[in-house]
């Protein structure tokens, strides 16, 4: 009978180093494990993302195909189908409903460009001013990020007490200091509300920009400011031709992140004005808030609630857009 051996380990490496010799092949396992270790890693996340803001997203958009009112509310899933008819009845701008959401849908756009321009001016001023050392620039630095670290609910409260009409701060110093007014004006109330959510809305969100930008300040090379100013170009003509091109990336997620915060804010209005906002100040997710909870028409809330979503995504879009239009003409 005849004994075949088995190679040894030299002839095993000669034979797979030899050319033409078939690689070896890694373990099945390994290669299943490296490839679903990120998303098994993802996992977590997907499922808060989807338990958080996904799911009530679905129901609210089925919610606006229903008839849900009070009558439904404890089953909401036995409420008749209303079809497109919510859809019909805020978009009907000739009837109460749609034109008082259409005047909260100017309002709202009229108060996001005042405030969004104000954050992003009040913050890129202070960032650029701060990139210069000097004794005490780190205090004020702290000094302006705390808006931005205090609790929203906390903060507002705050401001309401200080806009009160008899012995609120404001007036304590406008009317009974300065004697810049003939009487404590209503702060709270009246066309005067819109100033005041204006104040409050830039008072807590400049610091976001501030932060941003000055973050975006550090990319750019001192050389530059060196270099343009010994060919003499002056503060505003390196601002213009070094900070701002520079700040390009930077300002164009600025300015869509506080769009969105500031178009969708709700906590704001509703603190400083309770849950019936003056009609100056009546912002749209306000209206909604108000359309569904004090009416008990959820369906006609939820239509509107799919309105703002597709009008806050088809602004995205077109903005996304062109700044990447933009980005792509300015590296050309």
Known sequence: MTTIAAPEAGERTAAKDRPGAPAPRAPRFGRLRRIGLPYLLLLPALLLELLVHLVPMVIGIVVSFKELTQFYIRDWSTAPWAGLDNYGISVDFSAPVGEALLKSFFTTCLFTLFSVALCWLLGVSAAVFLQENFRGRGLLRTIFLVPYALPVYAAVITWAFMFQRDNGLINHVLHDQLGLTDSPPFWLIGDNAFITLLVVSV??????????????????????YEAAALDGAGIWQQIRKITLPSLRPVNQVLVLVLFLWTF????????????????SADLISLHIYQSSFQTWNFGTGSAMSVLLLLFLLVVTGVYLTITSRGRQAGDA
């Open 264 to 279: 969708n804010d709700f906590n704001t209005p509703f603190v400083l004005f309770g849950k019936a906002a003056p009609e």
């Open 203 to 224: 008072w807590k969100g400049w610091p976001f920009a501030f932060l941003i930008v000055m973050a975006g300040l550090q990319n750019i090379p001192r050389d530059l």
